[in-house]
Nanobody, 123 residues
Framework: QVQLVESGGGLVQPGGSLRLSCAASGSIVGINAMGWYRQAPGKERELVAASSSSGSTDYTDSVQGRFIISRDGAKNTVYLQMNSLKPEDTAVYYC?????????????????WGQGIQVTVSS
């Protein structure tokens, strides 16, 4: 199995910053996509930011210019730097990692989710 451990959430005032981290561990052979999703109360989970193995990134319109996704390949870790936070950014944030791993003697794909971490933006 591939496990993801998230950290860095919490309470921050509007205009503040937070940095989320998500570290993947297990029998990982390679990682393709890494991303961050969020789910606010009463709303569906949405993609916030994504990073591909080629280095391309993608952001939902509401965070463009404020959030930055980055990854450390050596540590199998993805980060989300969140700046100029707004109350509407309040949500549970989930990281998602897709790639390939060893399953016994065979290669297998994986699609793993973090446990979710609360981000609250409030004065």
């Amino acid at each position: 199995q591939v496990q993801l451990v998230e950290s860095g959430g919490g309470l921050v005032q509007p205009g503040g910053s937070l940095r989320l981290s998500c570290a993947a561990s297990g029998s990982i052979v390679g990682i393709n996509a890494m991303g961050w999703y969020r789910q606010a109360p009463g709303k569906e989970r949405e993609l916030v930011a994504a990073s591909s193995s080629s280095g391309s990134t993608d952001y939902t319109d509401s965070v463009q210019g404020r959030f930055i996704i980055s990854r450390d390949g050596a540590k199998n870790t993805v980060y989300l730097q969140m700046n100029s936070l707004k109350p509407e950014d309040t949500a549970v944030y989930y990281c998602n990692v897709r790639g390939s791993r060893w399953y016994g003697p065979n290669l297998s794909s994986f699609n793993s989710w973090g446990q979710g971490i609360q981000v609250t933006v409030s004065s």
